[in-house]
T-cell receptor, first 112, second 114 residues
Framework: EPEVTQTPSHQVTQMGQEVILRCVPI?????FYWYRQILGQKVEFLVS????????KSEIFDDQFSVERPDGSNFTLKIRSTKLEDSAMYFC??????????FGEGSRLTVL | AQSVTQLGSHVSVSEGALVLLRCNYS??????LFWYVQYPNQGLQLLLK??????LVKGINGFEAEFKKSETSFHLTKPSAHMSDAAEYFC????????????FGTGTRLQVTL
């Protein structure tokens, strides 16, 4: 069964460092998303991506964040200069049609 | 704008008892509604969804939910809880637009006791 895959599963980084989280969406999907979940809190929308551009982003998604689909299969989230409050589980998701999102297992980011 | 309210951040039931997790939504357009389950240290797994058609939808693991437009609700139920149902459950709503995102509720942690 097709699935969304994310790497790394866990990354520990120092505050101020750049982090890239990688995702391989399901191959025939056209819409891609990043969500995050701070420990113990709800899942929050960060950004959606369609046709090689951002279609919507939340207030959380400030200038420190960027997304890219560099090679037609990967979908990356970059955090330019990490802060302590960026520590969270980051979920990638994709879908083909309006409706159900398929989520990856998540990448846990710990900023020290 | 859309929003989801899940009443009760923690619900505890006995094994074999009815599970009822409440979800109310707000949407200015006809919604798509979802329930996701998250087991400890895992990702989000879709339990069931309502898009169009039958308002009572059945999902995996014996769960079902009923879309009630008049009450703006999409409560999740299961007739008989099992220990393996212990997890965090998230209700979510999206619009029917092509680029629509999911908006999640704050989640309900289900505890199942012997």
């Amino acid at each position: 069964e097709p699935e969304v895959t994310q790497t790394p599963s866990h990354q520990v980084t120092q505050m101020g460092q750049e982090v890239i989280l990688r995702c391989v969406p399901i191959s025939n999907h056209l819409y891609f998303y990043w969500y995050r979940q701070i420990l113990g809190q709800k899942v929050e929308f960060l950004v959606s991506f369609y046709n090689n551009e951002i279609s919507e982003k939340s207030e959380i998604f400030d200038d420190q964040f960027s997304v890219e689909r560099p090679d037609g299969s990967n979908f990356t989230l970059k955090i330019r200069s990490t802060k302590l409050e960026d520590s969270a589980m980051y979920f990638c998701a994709s879908r083909e049609l309006p409706g159900e999102l398929f989520f990856g297992e998540g990448s846990r980011l710990t900023v020290l | 704008a859309q929003s989801v309210t899940q009443l009760g951040s923690h619900v505890s039931v006995s094994e074999g008892a009815l599970v009822l997790l409440r979800c109310n939504y707000s949407s200015s357009v006809p919604p798509y509604l979802f329930w996701y389950v998250q087991y400890p240290n895992q990702g989000l797994q879709l339990l069931l969804k309502y898009t169009t058609g039958a308002t009572l939808v059945k999902g995996i693991n014996g769960f079902e939910a009923e879309f009630k437009k008049s009450e703006t609700s999409f409560h999740l139920t299961k007739p008989s809880a099992h220990m393996s149902d212990a997890a965090e459950y998230f209700c979510a709503v999206s619009s029917t637009g092509t680029a629509s995102k999911l908006t999640f509720g704050t989640g309900t942690r289900l505890q199942v006791t012997l």
